[in-house]
C-alpha cells in the first residue's frame, strides 16, 4: 500500500488477556519501528527491526512485551496479560533502511488499546 | 540520557498570526533534529527535519532551525490558520540509534 498501515484501529479487552497487533510497513522499507504513545508517557519507543531481526529492544517495558516479523514485511506486536497501564495508542513506523542514520520514519495511523 | 524539551501547550493564537514553538535539546552528540505533526484523529506525520547545525528544515510555510550554540530546533510559522491546529512533536534521532526520542508534544488551537 501506499503507507504504513496497522490494524486493528481500536482494541479492547480485559484485564488478563492477550493482545496481538499488526502492523504492515511501506512495501521496500526494511526497517520497522514500534512506539507507544501514553497520556502519562508520552511518545516512546519500544523495539526497532532491520530485516527480520531486532538489533534495538530497549524499549519494551516488561517481558509481556514481545514482537516479530516474518519474511522481513509485516510485524506483531504482542502483549500477554494486558495490565491497565497497557492502554496506549501503540505506533508503528517504517523506513529504507539504508546506512544513513538520518532517514525519515513513517508513521502509521496507530492502535488504540484499551485495557478494561 | 538524551532528550528533548517542548514549551508546554495549548496554544492559542488568531489565524494569521505569528507562531513559535520552542524546542531544545540536550547536548549529546551531533542528533537529527525532526518536528512531527499530529492532525485530530490521524496520525503522526513528518513535518520538517534537519541532520546538521545551521541547517534550516521548511514545509508548508513552517521552519526551523538547527542551532547548536543554543541547542534549539524552534518550530516558527509567519501566519497560521485554523487548519494548522495539531499537535506539534519535536524529536531527535541520534548517531547509532535508531530510535526517535520525542518531546512531549505541544497542542496547537488556531481560531478563526
Known amino acids: 500500500g501506499a503507507g504504513v498501515s496497522q490494524s486493528p484501529s481500536n482494541k479492547v479487552t480485559e484485564k488478563g488477556k492477550d493482545v496481538e497487533l499488526r502492523c504492515d510497513p511501506i512495501s521496500g522499507h526494511t526497517a520497522l519501528y514500534w512506539y507507544r504513545q501514553s497520556l502519562g508517557q508520552g511518545l516512546e519507543f519500544l523495539i526497532y527491526f532491520q530485516g527480520n531481526s531486532a538489533p534495538d529492544k530497549s524499549g519494551l517495558p516488561s517481558d509481556r512485551f514481545s514482537a516479530e516479523r516474518t519474511g522481513g514485511s509485516v510485524s506483531t506486536l504482542t502483549i500477554q496479560r494486558t495490565q491497565q497501564e497497557d492502554s496506549a495508542v501503540y505506533l508503528c513506523?517504517?523506513?529504507?533502511?539504508?546506512?544513513?542514520?538520518?532517514?525519515?520514519?513513517?508513521f502509521g495511523p496507530g492502535t488504540r488499546l484499551l485495557v478494561l | 540520557g538524551d532528550s528533548v524539551t517542548q514549551m508546554e501547550g495549548p496554544v492559542t493564537l488568531s489565524e494569521e498570526a505569528f507562531l513559535t514553538i520552542n524546542c531544545t535539546y540536550t547536548?549529546?552528540?551531533?542528533?537529527?533534529l525532526f518536528w512531527y505533526v499530529q492532525y485530530p484523529g490521524e496520525g503522526l506525520q513528518l513535518l520538517l527535519k534537519a541532520t546538521k547545525a545551521d541547517d534550516k528544515g521548511s514545509n508548508k510555510g513552517f521552519e526551523a532551525t538547527y542551532r547548536k550554540e543554543t541547542t534549539s530546533f524552534h518550530l516558527e510559522k509567519g501566519s497560521v490558520q485554523v487548519s494548522d491546529s495539531a499537535v506539534y512533536f519535536c524529536?531527535?534521532?541520534?548517531?547509532?540509534?535508531?530510535?526517535?526520542?520525542f518531546g512531549s508534544g505541544t497542542r496547537l488551537q488556531v481560531q478563526p
Open positions: 524529536a531527535r534521532l541520534d548517531t547509532g540509534r535508531r530510535a526517535l526520542t
Open positions: 513506523a517504517s523506513s529504507f533502511g539504508r546506512s544513513s542514520l538520518q532517514e525519515t520514519q513513517y
Open positions: 547536548a549529546t552528540g551531533y542528533p537529527s
